[in-house]
């Protein structure tokens, strides 16, 4: 069989299909040109390990195939994450257990049909966004050995880009999760807090840690999330989607930018920015530049101040014994033992103010773009500037769970010694889906390779439909520019695109309405009339319908393509002394044809 290094999911998908009963030496095969002397691993797994997990689910996948999306297709756990039967070691040999259960999510994409094949690196208790803080070895760019992969989550990242997994679990508590991505080519997903469970997580600041997805295109990284989240009762900080946030960002969106940005003296960092801001404006951006001042005074709170005091916290005993501790990594998590519970409610406070600022600021726009990381620094450099440096790295990420605000780190154009430069979009919470889907145009805009594989992108790439929106075909004064427009747009519904009904309705210019409005009804006699689709969130949708006068409601209308969507319907006797303006075949044309005959 040929191997399957450097593939998606879709890809995977295919091979398996192909090799069900062939699944065991597919895997095996794959996992014997892993080296246990590549230090972005710590475990791989044994025969024995794959035909356990196998073994659960072939009778199911015999039965019922497409009950497990992604049965048979490996992935990678930071070894914070437990994986039931596997050492936990968060980078710390002396504080390794045996996990007796999987963390929550790894149980969902095993009951998904994923493998586990193998445990990563990672700084110490994902105390730093380096790659080298850990008594296996710093983990190499995957482009240029000479420079760091980024961390905390640097395994992950690594195995990734070089195309050993098609996916990994990663953490992001202060861009563990973003600026491995930006260094390596990839995708990183930083899901709203409490979107994926955290329990079966080692953790390093409670209230502000994320599980995260590395992905080599946006659309596997989505599609991994939507599969491993949902809220669990059995974390206190799991949350319950609400079904507000828009499904998609428009196709010339307004994204804010700081005013002013630092790249610590690294000028191919800058050009490479430079590089990505031409590119967003020429796939139709406008772009904002805000006051950055509250994003930068609530990063700096996360490393220099009583949130500190989280990490130590997390840590426990074992800041007992600084021998078997990392030495940068006990110097920060030790400070936290400087501060008061009075400080740290102080901390709460401000971290409060900064993000209820920020929120304003990001209010009017679809996202915030910023460098992934502003700079980037070879393994000699942080031996000498170990904490400096990876200061710089968290510019423009520390803030993001603080504020509680969702992020996606995306590969972007190039520096100019050919290390990868990415950027990262952030919205607010449950956001995720709308970022996504921007990210998979900006993919298929730039077309770069895949990771370190130098593999082409060749998957159209789409998400799945989203439980969390409802589908509304507009007809009239709701359409793009029309008075009632704004209904939508001020619920986060978001344009999908213009279609038309199937060929069997009929069209009428209603009477005594104001604004005038359309009625729309099923006739065999009629014709196709062009609509509009928009998203509107499922929250929101009850919202909408109570605004909607008599004699329009909301039914059910089949388009021309035989999908069914909720749509604008009316009562028949508001019909009765209606205009037939069917041959017009939509509400514009008949506006068009009343402001010629007006002029």
Known sequence: MALMTGKTLAAWRQKIKHNSDAVFTLLKEHIDTLSAEDNAWLMIASDAQIQAQLAVLMPQYRNHPDSLPLFGIPFAVKDNVDVAGWPTTAACPAFEYIAEQDATAV????????????????????????????????????FNADYVSGGSSSGSASVVARGLVPFAFGTDTAGSGRVPAGFNNIVGLKPTKGWLSAKGVVPACRLNDTLSVFALTVEDAFAIATLAGGADAQDAYSRSHPATAPAAIPHNPVFAIPEVLNFYGDTQAQAAWEKALDALCAGGAQLRPIDFSAFTQLAEQ??????????????????QHPEQMDPTVHTIIAAGLNYSAVEAFKAEYLRAELAQKIQQALADVDALVVPTSPTIHTLEEMKQEPIRFNSQFGTYTNFTNLADLSALALPAPWREDGLPAGITLIAPAWHDRALADFGIRWQQQLALPLGATGLPLTDSGSLATSPHHVRVAVVGAHLSGMPLNFQLTTRNAVFVEATR???????????????????????????????????????????????????????????????????????????????????????????????????
């Open 501 to 599: 009904t199937a060929p069997c309705y009929r069209l009428y210019a209603l009477a005594n309405t104001q604004p005038q409005k359309p009625g729309i009804a099923r006739d065999a006699s009629g014709a196709a009339i062009e609509v509009e689709l928009w998203d509107i969130p499922l929250a929101r949708f009850g919202e909408f319908v109570a605004e909607i006068p008599a004699p329009l409601g909301i039914g059910s209308l089949e388009l021309t393509d035989g999908r069914w969507v909720k749509g604008f319907i009316c009562e028949p006797a508001a019909l009765h002394d209606a205009t037939d303006i069917t041959e017009y075949q939509g509400w514009r044309h008949w506006i068009a044809r009343k402001e010629t005959r007006h002029v």
């Open 107 to 142: 149980a969902r994409l095993k009951a998904a049909g994923a493998i586990v094949i193998g445990k990563t690196n990672l700084d110490q208790f994902a105390t730093g966004l380096v790659g080298t803080r850990s008594p296996y070895g710093a983990v190499a760019n995957t």
């Open 302 to 319: 996360l490393y220099q101040g009583p949130w500190v005091a989280e990490r130590t916290a997390a840590v426990g005993d074992m800041l």
